[in-house]
């Protein structure tokens, strides 16, 4: 395992997802489970051709916070990549696993319903996203910069395994650049 | 109803009515390499804490119906060591998803075990969909779960368990129960729970 105070040497992310698979290969973060978004798929389509991680789709995102959970707790750093509307879904699995067992689930939510998006029930339901991180006293930060996304990504896996919380990283358009 | 579902729906028909504790207590007694449960919420994992402490136990205090997700986790996180989920009817209705998932990928240390009393007994016993045409076992081996199969007796239940600790699965297996409710409760304490089955597991070293 690489350790945890040596990042990789500082360069410049030609893309978002290479910044983010830098950081989670930084911090030995191997298990990646999604329901998919098209915003994450070029993230997808990387992590799913690299021999490091193990990759596969889940049903529904709670399922997936589940099995991230379960292998944290095993020894086997884990994300779980999802979109605004799948993290919606997530409130009592945070509160009663990942919160009250203090396990550091780490989630990726690509943003969805905002600056600009065109469906009027992704828009909506953005809206409730802060408000569940906020009320359940889970840190999360908005990616917005190619030039932040290692560091914060970096920083934020590893608060989250010192700290042993759950932690989550939304990916805004303003980052990722579709709708 | 085809054949093929009334074979099915006579396996679960002629299946014994047992009793959690009991088999809980007969599954943990197989249990001679650290294998890791992880007990599901309600009585699944009041019977798993009365059946005696393992430092391999997780006991679910929330989180209805992720047993076996945190199962393929903890599998897919330690290859070597078995895995057991522990789950009620009710709660393994509420994610017939992660059936599909963990067949697609196929941990070989894996097994879900089922106790279907077709009720939401905590609550009051109101009826699940497993008291009227719902067949678990049914359910398991069409998301592809090929290893599914219905606990005749405690016999058989023993021999189902002896099978997953020496073969690869991953396994299925349902167990018709009666409603007698667990003597003990599990402490509410996730904290504690998780850091005993994290030094259980070997991630934490010992205090």
């Not at chain 1, 990942?98 to 600056?115: K, N």
């Not at chain 1, 395994?161 to 989550?168: E, F, G, R, S």
């Not at chain 2, 798993?48 to 996180?77: D, E, H, T």
Request: with cysteine; hydrophobic share 45%.
């Amino acid at each position: 395992m690489p350790s945890a105070d040596a990042p990789s040497p500082i360069k410049a992310d030609a893309t978002w997802h290479e910044a983010v698979i830098r950081a989670l290969k930084d911090n030995d973060v191997r298990l990646v489970v999604y329901v998919p978004d098209n915003v994450l798929r070029p993230l997808i389509d990387a992590v799913s051709a690299d021999d490091f991680f193990t990759v596969f789709v889940a049903a529904r995102e709670e399922e997936a916070v589940g099995i991230v959970c379960g292998a944290a707790m095993a020894g086997l750093r884990g994300i779980v990549l999802m979109q605004t509307s799948g993290f919606a879904t997530l409130a009592n699995v945070l509160a009663s696993l990942a919160v009250a067992a203090q396990i550091p689930a780490l989630m990726m939510i690509s943003e969805r319903g905002t600056l600009g998006d065109f469906q009027i029930a992704q828009a909506i339901v953005c809206r409730t996203m802060r408000p569940v991180l906020e009320s359940l006293g889970i840190e999360h930060h908005t990616m917005t910069r190619l030039d932040e996304a290692h560091f914060v990504v970096d920083r934020t896996i590893k608060q989250a395994y010192k700290t042993q919380a759950p932690a989550a990283l939304i990916l805004s358009p303003l980052l990722t650049g579709q709708r | 109803m085809s054949d093929r579902t009334d074979r099915q729906n006579a396996m679960k028909r002629n299946a014994k009515v047992m009793n959690r504790f009991d088999l809980t207590t007969r599954l943990v007694s197989k249990l001679k390499n650290e294998e890791a449960v992880i007990g599901g919420i309600g009585h699944s994992n009041f019977d798993l804490w009365g059946a005696g402490r393992r430092p391999q136990n997780f006991y679910m205090l929330g989180s209805m119906g992720l047993a076996a997700p945190i199962a393929l986790g903890v599998a897919l996180a330690q290859p070597k060591r078995r895995v057991f989920a522990l789950e009620g009817d009710g709660s393994m209705l509420m994610q017939l998803g992660s059936l599909a998932t963990i067949a697609n990928v196929a941990p070989r240390n894996l097994t879900i075990i089922v106790w279907d009393n077709g009720m939401y007994q905590i609550t009051g016993a109101q009826k699940t969909a497993t008291a009227g045409r719902a067949d678990l076992v049914e359910i398991a081996r069409g998301a592809g779960i090929v290893g599914s199969a219905w606990a005749n007796d405690e016999a058989d239940f023993e021999r189902l368990v002896m099978r997953a600790l020496d073969e690869d699965g991953p396994w299925f297996i349902a167990a018709r129960i009666d409603g007698t409710a667990p003597k003990q409760q599990t402490p509410r304490e996730p904290v504690t729970i998780k850091d005993a089955f994290m030094r259980g597991l070997g991630v934490k070293p010992a205090w």
